[in-house]
Nanobody
């Protein structure tokens, strides 16, 4: 059984910062690409950023220069440092990871964490 557990969401003023964390636990053999997605009310879920097992990163254009994704392979954890937050960043943020466990490669999702940017 593999689980992704997220933490770090909350309420922040425009221009502020938050750091999200997502840790994988269970019978994890190897983790490939890890990423963050978000879903605002009434909108589809969208990719925010991804990082491969080798450290290559990819960002949605609207967060480039403000958000940084990083991973700690020893801890099976991915982070999203969010700076200069804007009201339009308000959404539920979901962690995603491609994980090899129990001889199967599957995509897993976290439960989501709310990020609200408001004054």
């Amino acid at each position: 059984q593999v689980q992704l557990v997220e933490s770090g969401g909350g309420l922040v003023q425009p221009g502020g910062s938050l750091r999200l964390s997502c840790a994988a636990s269970g019978s994890v053999l190897r983790i490939y690409t890890m990423g963050w997605y978000r879903q605002a009310p009434g909108k589809q879920r969208e990719l925010v950023a991804t990082v491969t097992s080798g450290g290559s990163t990819n960002y949605q254009d609207s967060v480039k220069g403000r958000f940084t994704i990083a991973r700690d392979n020893a801890k099976n954890t991915v982070y999203l440092q969010m700076n200069s937050l804007k009201p339009e960043d308000t959404a539920v943020y979901y962690c995603n990871a491609e994980i090899l466990a129990d001889q199967r490669l599957d995509g897993y999702w976290g439960q989501g964490t709310q990020v609200t940017v408001s004054s």
